[in-house]
């Protein structure tokens, strides 16, 4: 139950706790979100898996706590979109040397969508994107390579290219339970004295509480 550590299963250096590997000001990570890759290193996260990231947009990433993130998961960033504004795809505003330029007409290269936001409790599959813009509710499920473009509402599953609901996690009573007691922010020993009722179901037991 130490948020602070890297490697939290002492035999496994796949998989990290998210927030101390990210070292980035843009980018905030809430305790307890894993990240785990079999690819290439998980401490290289920032590197790998949050693209087109650039300071110019100064778009931020933040991701709640709890949250299980699959290998090859990506997080893409406006910088990715050449404005489509422009009457050619080419995004000559980059170019500032050859193309001669200025600087500052660089932002207006590419449409600024804004923040990604992960919600808490949320699971996301093996090698889904996560596009810019998109807000993600707590205790989603993003499926197996989803493309998610549009906000995922709380306990929704979705999959698919352009992700779509699939189904809810719970009926919608469960969910407004989870919602009220937001268990991710009880202190970490709550938690564990209660992970029996978390794993098995129990919502009236937990709530009562
Ligand atoms: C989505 C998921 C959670 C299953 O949820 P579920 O509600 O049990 O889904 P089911 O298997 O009953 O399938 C329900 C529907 O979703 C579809 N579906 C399942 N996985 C899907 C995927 N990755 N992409 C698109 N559609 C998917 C099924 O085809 C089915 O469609 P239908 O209703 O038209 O027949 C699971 O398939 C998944 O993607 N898990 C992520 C696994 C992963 O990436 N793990 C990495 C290690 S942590």
Redesign the pocket.
């Known amino acids: 139950m130490n948020p602070n550590l890297i490697h939290p299963r002492s035999q496994d250096r796949q998989t990290v706790y998210l927030k101390n590997v990210v070292n980035d000001p843009t980018i905030e990570v809430g305790d307890y979100t894993i990240y785990?890759d079999f690819v290439r290193d998980p401490v290289d996260f920032v590197t790998n898996n949050v693209l087109y990231h650039y300071p110019i947009n100064q778009e931020r990433l933040i991701i709640g706590k709890f949250c299980?993130i699959?290998c090859g998961a990506k997080f893409m960033f406006t910088s990715g979109n050449h404005a489509l504004r422009s009457l050619a795809t080419f995004p000559f505003g980059i170019f500032t040397d050859d193309w001669s330029v200025p600087f500052p007409e660089m932002t207006k290269t590419w449409d600024n969508r804004g923040d990604i936001i992960i919600g808490n409790d949320v699971w996301i599959?093996?090698e889904a994107i996560i596009t810019q813009g998109v807000t993600i509710g707590d205790g989603a499920?993003i499926?197996?390579?989803?493309v998610v473009t549009k906000d995922v509402p709380p306990y929704t599953?979705v999959?698919?290219v352009p992700a779509k609901p699939?189904?809810k996690r719970f009926d919608d009573e469960t969910i407004a339970k989870l919602q009220k007691t937001a268990w991710w922010n009880w202190p970490a020993e709550k938690i564990r004295d209660r992970l029996d009722m978390i794993t098995e179901g129990r919502i009236d037991e937990l709530v009562g509480e």
Do not use: Q
Request: aromatic share 6%.
């Open positions: 785990n299980s699959a599959g093996f499920i499926a197996t390579r989803a599953i999959g698919g699939i189904r």
